[in-house]
């Protein structure tokens, strides 16, 4: 029901370093973590970069759209020294350039995918069929090494489905979805990723039952941890690896 692992690197480690870089990956291996979630989005020309803002200014110096800024433009940019200076230069990765670095130190991965806005049904399709060429290797062999596509966007994960089936699904929901099951069903999704906030026992008991994983973002303390794991809760990202480790 949950082949993954159940403690993983939010952003990367994006409290730790900048978050959605290979400098976060790199830190939240440091620490011994083999999972990771992270947000893709499409640049101008359509290629999918690590990113959680559409808009430059809080990662990325500068006001702007990533959406109209080409990958080879977006590259050049600085996503490290908002962080700390010692990260000055670091640049925005691509989805394809994470994927070899994850393959290569076995990490796996929740690709969430992250719409700008209007960009859905592209962001979905594209993820996906980026996802299915790097693992076609995978798609016969074992179904948890790959990655999870998980996303707010209903449109952007029936356009996943569309284009590549194979690779596995989970809807992600900030608030409680009375129709949370159905939709589940349209995607055939694996899993429900809910914030922990807003989830109660009963809920997390109702989704447990009717056989999907169960994933919580963003969990930084050890007793809610352990609290949700006791509710059966599969698995959760977390923003501080170095507080909540691995085999937690
Ligand atoms: O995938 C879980 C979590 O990352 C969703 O929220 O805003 O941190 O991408 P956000
Ligand atoms: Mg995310």
């Known amino acids: ?45 359509s290629v999918p970069v690590l990113m959680h803002d559409p808009e430059f200014g809080r990662t990325v110096a500068g006001s702007g759209l990533v959406a109209g800024t080409n990958a080879a433009d977006l590259q050049e940019m600085d996503a490290g020294s908002w962080f700390d200076v010692r990260f000055r230069g670091e640049p925005v990765p ?52 790959l990655p999870l596509l998980s996303s707010f966007s209903m449109t952007a994960l029936r356009a996943a489905k569309r284009a590549a089936p194979q690779i596995p699904r989970a809807l992600l929901l900030d608030n409680p979805h009375p129709d949370w099951k159905s939709m589940l069903q349209e995607l055939s999704a694996v899993a429900l990723h809910v914030n922990h906030k807003h989830l109660s026992q009963e809920w997390a008991a109702e989704i447990k039952n009717a056989g999907y994983g169960l994933f919580c973002y963003t969990v930084n303390e050890p007793e809610r941890a352990h609290e949700l794991l006791r509710w059966g809760v599969d698995a959760f990202c977390t923003d501080y690896p170095d507080r909540i480790p691995a085999d937690f």
């Open 1 to 45: 029901m949950w082949p993954y692992p159940k403690v993983l690197a939010h952003r990367g480690a994006g409290k730790l370093a900048p978050e959605n870089t290979l400098a976060a990956l790199r830190c939240g291996l440091a620490l011994g973590f083999h999972a990771v979630e992270f947000d893709v989005m499409l640049s101008k020309d």
């Open 94 to 145: 691509s989805y394809e350039q994470v994927i070899h670095f994850c393959r290569g130190h076995q990490i796996w991965m929740n690709t969430e995918i992250k719409p700008s806005p209007g960009h859905d049904e592209a962001t979905g399709r594209i993820v996906a069929e980026l996802s299915a060429a790097c693992f076609a290797d995978v798609v016969s062999g074992d179904p948890a090494r």
